[in-house]
């Protein structure tokens, strides 16, 4: 027999999920939105204005359910992105992963997004007639490339990601190249 106050109790809670999973995709929209505009105001020479937005950000990602999924996971690698990309910019350490409170196959696909970034910013570094800095950022993404290529990646997002790294660091390589014969 079908007891219709039964059904009422299930749409309470169906709803309730709904209602927390739009709040988690706003939350992740606005966190996502945010890292972005934290890289950007690195590309900016803005770094203060990024590392207070990324202090932020790591408080508004620690209010977040930690089973979220989707879109939240996008947020979370654009934030080790900007993360990365401020403490690579300042000469500071990484943040582990621990410290940025992410899994490590997320912080894995945010630094393999950070090269792209870097390839980015040895364009900026290049048309400065930066060298020395075109050279770091070659031989950052050379070592994260040795690291990464001890993992068994699957063939799954960080896989593709992974690759995009080995493109990132041709990028540079050309550029470096190009400002080896024009010297």
Do not use: W
């Not at 809670?13 to 950007?40: N, T």
């Not at 570094?125 to 490339?145: G, H, N, S, T, Y």
């Not at 790294?165 to 024009?182: G, S």
């Amino acid at each position: 027999m079908i007891r219709p106050e039964a059904f009422q109790t299930l749409r309470e809670e169906l709803e309730q999920q709904d209602a927390l999973r739009e709040e988690i995709i706003k939350q992740s929209r606005d966190l996502l939105k945010d890292a972005k505009h934290a890289v950007y105001l690195v590309h900016q020479r803005e770094i203060r204005k990024a590392q207070d937005l990324l202090a932020s950000l790591k408080q508004r990602h620690a209010t977040i359910s930690p089973n979220a999924v989707g879109a939240y996971q996008d947020a979370l690698e654009e934030y080790v992105e900007a993360a990365c990309f401020v403490a690579f910019v300042t000469q500071d350490d990484l943040p582990s992963h621990e410290n940025l409170g992410v899994p490590a196959e997320t912080y894995l696909c945010g630094l393999s997004d950070l090269t792209g970034e870097l390839a980015r910013r040895a364009v900026f570094a290049a048309m400065q007639k930066d060298k020395q800095e075109v050279k770091r950022i070659r031989a950052f993404i050379d070592a994260l490339q040795g690291e990464l290529v001890q993992f068994h990646l699957r063939n799954n997002l960080l896989r593709k990601k992974y690759d995009s790294i080995k493109y990132n660091l041709k990028k540079v390589e050309e550029i470096l190249y190009d400002l080896e014969l024009r010297a």
